[in-house]
């Protein structure tokens, strides 16, 4: 007979020791997920160095009365490029908070566009101020677009 064993207030049949394998089960092992591949879209970027002293951002200043105030230092805290390749059929984002968007000299990069293609693209760009010596103390912000004086800005990504 069958040796039993009391788990949480139920009976539970065990086998006789000699009656138990003595090798352990197989184990099952569950198949992999296919790992993620790199993204197989285009990469491609455009120059345009986004910096506070881009006179339309200063005339923003100016027109806010930030300059006025003692507000001088301006910064650029995020910008926003808006790009299409058919004359506006379609258009695509990208934000500075994105990975990889911009670097140091100005290159924008552009996911999802090949090298050599002709784009249109507008800039909104993030203003923000405070008085010299104030640190991390933001006074205002908001937001500019640049957009060519409504022509838009025309390059071939590379």
């Known amino acids: 007979m069958p040796k039993t064993t009391r788990q949480a207030n139920r009976t539970v049949a065990r086998k006789p020791a000699e009656a138990r394998p003595s090798t352990p089960a197989p184990s099952v092992t569950k198949p992999k997920k296919a790992e993620p591949k790199a993204s197989a879209l285009p990469t491609s ?10 006179p339309e951002l200063h005339g923003y200043a100016q027109g806010r009365g930030w300059l006025a105030n003692g507000w ?14 058919d004359h506006w059929k379609t ?3 990208q934000k500075s908070t994105e990975p990889q968007a911009a670097d140091s000299n100005g290159h924008l990069t552009l996911v999802g566009v090949a090298p050599g293609t002709e784009i249109e693209f507008a800039l909104n760009i993030g203003i923000a101020c405070q008085a010299p010596g104030e640190g991390g103390t933001v006074r205002e912000q908001g937001d500019v677009w640049l957009n060519n004086g409504g022509q838009n800005f025309r390059q071939t990504t590379r």
């Open 72 to 85: 001088t230092v301006l910064s650029v805290p995020w910008f926003e490029i808006v790009h299409t390749s």
């Open 91 to 93: 258009t695509s984002h």
């Open 45 to 54: 970027t455009v120059h345009f160095h986004i910096h506070a002293g881009i």
